[in-house]
């Protein structure tokens, strides 16, 4: 990246220490040393549910008073996003499900308003999965779901990574090339 890093993210478990808390813990110790950024816990906000009001697209704003303005006040900042989370239900847990349904302003921007902002055209990013099955189509659904946050936060350049067989807590450590396939990740991103 030609500019300098400034990185979020968002593990979105509501499990502290799980699985896909500890993959953001990880990639969270190899950015500090490339850039700024900030690490935060949605689960642990009051971030409420999209009402689907649609008052956003009047002037791009939700008008929902809670934590998702500190989340709002950051993305515009970031060139690098990180979201993790596990996966309940063959789809993001709620709390990932719900921040994500929280950026309606951002496609309200784009595409009621014809506003390009805040949105960065060099932002990139990386999406950690956990699922404690080894079902075939485990990160279908969250891939789905992706695609649409990629395009509405017009992130370019990503990778979605996905850790099959790993239900207990911490259980991603026990085999090393997990944290191989993360640390690659982001050389493939150049944010390392």
């Known amino acids: 990246m030609e500019k300098s890093l400034n990185y979020l993210i968002l593990s979105t478990s509501p499990r502290l220490g799980g699985n896909s808390d500890t993959a953001a ?3 969270e110790q ?3 040393a490339k850039g700024s950024g900030v690490f935060l816990n949605p689960s ?3 971030i409420n549910p999209c009402l689907g009001c649609n008052l956003c697209s009047r002037d791009g704003k939700c008008i929902q008073k809670d934590d998702m303005k500190e ?8 060139n690098f996003l990180v979201l993790a989370s596990p996966i309940y ?3 993001l ?5 719900a921040l994500i349904d929280r950026m309606q302003p951002y496609w309200a921007q784009k595409y009621i308003l014809k506003q390009r902002e805040p949105t960065s055209p060099e932002r990139k990013g990386l999406y950690l999965l956990t699922a404690g099955t080894n079902f075939n189509s485990v990160f279908t659904g969250a891939e789905i779901t992706l695609k649409y946050l990629n395009n509405v936060l017009d992130i370019k350049e990503f990778i979605t990574l996905g850790f099959k067989g ?8 026990k085999d090393p090339s997990n944290f191989e396939k993360i640390y690659d990740a982001l050389r493939l991103l150049e944010v390392i």
Do not use: D, H, N, T
């Open 166 to 173: 790993v239900e207990g807590k911490g259980e991603i450590k």
């Open 25 to 27: 813990r990880y990639v």
């Open 30 to 32: 190899l950015l500090q």
């Open 93 to 97: 847990c709620a709390q990932a499900k």
């Open 44 to 46: 642990r906000k009051k």
């Open 71 to 78: 989340i709002y006040e950051l993305l515009p900042k970031c």
């Open 89 to 91: 239900a063959m789809g």
